[in-house]
Structures are given as structure tokens and as C-alpha cells.
């Protein structure tokens, strides 16, 4: 990581700061001497816990819950979610999850006073295909919290950072469809063969990219809500099957045939007005890092 603040972060609340992305900015806040605060549904087992956090259980479909963990924080991570198979499994679950949940963060900022807000969206969000709509609940929901987090900041100021992601990958990606990603780095990494479900050309970036990106954000300042996707460089599944046996050239992985909509019109030309540059991780890297973290001793 090779961004440090000016000045202290936190104290940051991390919704859903158990889970893959959440863990990694955890870890990494906790280095930067920040004061951290995980809220999850359940706590993690003790040995799951990143030293030096702190760990909050409660239902983000709650409010007061998430009144009673935000209490003294300056700045809030809103990572909480329920992925894509999770959506279309349970649409109102997901819809309570993703979307209440994510009115109740921003209440609970509002509540608080906490200035800074940061939140993940999806490029999900994006229209694309032929009915020109998200490709799933999960964008549906995600496109709803943007436009919501923009209403905010008109009734009550809050100039809230949504970044859209599209598939992040690293060492400890296990959960939601394009997880597809890191467990093909993983079976190239153990000598096990994996066949990705889908092929097509997405936005890859590896989760130290993602986790400067958030860092940064923490640290901005924005006059207005930004909505920005993170990314530009789209790859194809090839290429991550390219970068794969790059780092193991006898890697037994494949894709099948089923296309996947790569995502229309993006850009990150906000997040760039608001950031400037950070420290991209070209795939050919990224999957080196992911394997050789991933290699049994």
C-alpha cells in the first residue's frame, strides 16, 4: 500500500467489514494507526478478527443498531450487502439489506454528524443488453441507493463517495458470482482444475487497488455526492486465463461458453477529478500477488 494521509481517518465504522473487501480495508486501516469498527450481522470467531479492531453485531436493517455502533466516529464505510445469487434468491431480503439498510446508514449519519460517507455501488448499477437495465436485483438495488444517496445530499447535505466496482478479486475472494476470478487463481495456485462459469470482457481490479481507492476517498473532500466507477481497462476472461499461466504455466483452468454483458459507458472521470492518480495494479500483477499468496506451504 503506498498511500498515508495527511491526517487520521477515523474513527471509521466498516459496515460489513467481515467480508472479502471489508476485511482488506480493515487490515489496512488498522496499519495506518486508525481506529476501526467492524459492524456485521455476526461477529467473526476470534481467530477471523483483524488485531486491533473493534467488533459490533447488528442487523443493518436496523437503525438503532447501527445509532448504538456508529456512536463517536468520524467517518463511515458502507460495505454491507447482499450479493448477486443472494438477491435473486431472496429479492426482499436483499432489497431490505441493500437498500434499507443503506437509507439507514445515511440517517445514522445524519443522526451522528459523521461527515465523510463512502459507500460501494456496483457497476451492476449500469444499464446494458438489450432492455437497457441493470443485469440483475443486485444492480437494481445498487442504482436505487445511488440516486438516493444524490436525494440526501439535496435534503441534507451529506456529500456521500459511491464507487462502482465491477470484479474485484484477490487471495480471500470466496462469495458471489464473479468470485469465479480468485477461485480459478486459487486451483491454478493448488494444481486443481476450475472451469470459470461465464465468459466475456469485465473490469478486473485486485483488492490492493480497491482498498487505496477507499483509503483515498476517506481522505477527500467532495463539495457534492460522487458516483464514479473505478476503472476503465477492460479485460477479457482470456486475459485473466493468459495472466493465470503467465504465473503458472501449467494451470488447468478454463472458461465455459456462456457470455457474460460487459458493462456499457463506463467511466471514472469523477473519481479521477476527486482523487487524481493512485497506484493501479495491471492484471499480469494482480495475479501474481492473488497465486503466490494462495500457494499451499
Not at 7 to 19: I, N, Q
Not at 184 to 198: L, N, S, T
Request: proline content about 7%; charged content about 20%.
Amino acid at each position: 500500500m503506498t498511500f498515508r494521509p495527511d491526517a487520521p481517518l477515523g474513527p471509521v465504522l466498516v459496515t460489513g467489514g467481515s467480508g472479502f473487501l471489508g476485511r482488506a480495508l480493515v487490515r489496512a486501516l488498522v496499519a495506518l494507526g486508525e481506529d476501526v469498527t467492524v459492524f456485521d450481522l455476526r461477529a467473526p470467531d476470534a481467530q477471523a478478527r483483524i488485531p486491533g479492531a473493534t467488533y459490533v453485531a447488528g442487523d443493518i436493517r436496523q437503525q438503532a443498531d447501527l445509532l448504538r455502533a456508529a456512536e463517536g466516529h468520524a467517518a463511515i464505510v458502507h460495505l454491507a450487502a447482499l450479493v448477486i445469487p443472494a438477491c435473486r434468491a431472496n429479492p426482499v431480503l436483499g432489497a431490505e439489506v441493500n437498500v434499507i439498510g443503506h437509507i439507514n446508514a445515511l440517517e445514522t449519519a445524519r443522526a451522528l454528524d459523521i461527515g465523510r460517507f463512502v459507500y460501494t455501488s456496483s457497476l451492476a448499477a449500469r444499464p446494458r443488453g438489450p432492455l437497457h437495465s441493470p443485469a440483475n436485483l443486485y444492480g437494481v438495488y445498487k442504482a436505487a441507493c445511488e440516486d438516493i444517496s444524490k436525494v440526501h445530499f439535496l435534503d441534507h447535505g451529506l456529500a456521500s463517495i459511491g464507487l462502482r466496482p465491477n470484479v474485484v478479486y484477490g487471495p480471500e475472494r470466496v462469495e458471489g458470482e464473479t468470485a469465479a476470478i480468485s477461485l480459478a487463481m486459487r486451483a491454478a495456485a493448488r494444481d486443481e482444475e476450475y472451469e470459470i462459469p461465464f465468459t466475456g470482457a469485465m473490469c478486473f481490479q485486485h483488492v490492493d487497488e480497491v482498498v487505496e481507492i477507499f483509503l483515498r476517498c476517506l481522505a477527500a473532500t467532495p463539495d457534492q455526492p460522487v458516483v464514479s466507477d473505478l476503472t476503465i481497462q477492460i479485460d477479457s476472461i482470456d486475459d485473466v486465463l493468459a495472466a493465470i499461466r503467465a504465473v503458472r504455466p501449467g494451470a488447468r483452468v478454463s472458461a465455459a461458453p456462456k457470455h457474460r454483458a460487459a458493462p456499457e459507458g463506463i467511466d471514472n472521470a469523477p473519481l479521477r477529478a476527486l482523487l487524481g492518480d493512485w497506484t493501479a495494479v495491471p492484471l499480469t500483477e494482480g495475479a501474481r500477488r492473488t497465486i503466490e499468496a494462495l500457494i499451499p506451504a
